[in-house]
């Protein structure tokens, strides 16, 4: 069976995906040091980009 990929991360949903803490990763997000944009005050993040940040 096919894995469905997602297009937008929730903040824990991307902890869990990269196997970080939610703490380390909202700090990154806050520092502008990992590709990430708030949607209603809440950090969400783009698949394609965090594939493409953990690439470079």
Do not use: H
Not at 4 to 19: G, T
Not at 23 to 30: C, D, K, M, Q, V
Not at 32 to 54: H, M
């Amino acid at each position: 069976m096919k894995t469905a990929q997602r297009d937008v991360f929730a903040l824990d949903e991307l902890a869990a995906y990269l196997k970080v803490g939610k703490r380390t990763l909202y700090r990154l997000a806050a520092q502008g040091e990992i590709p990430a944009f708030k949607v209603g005050g809440t950090w969400r993040f783009r698949q394609s980009e965090i594939d493409r940040w953990i690439n470079t």
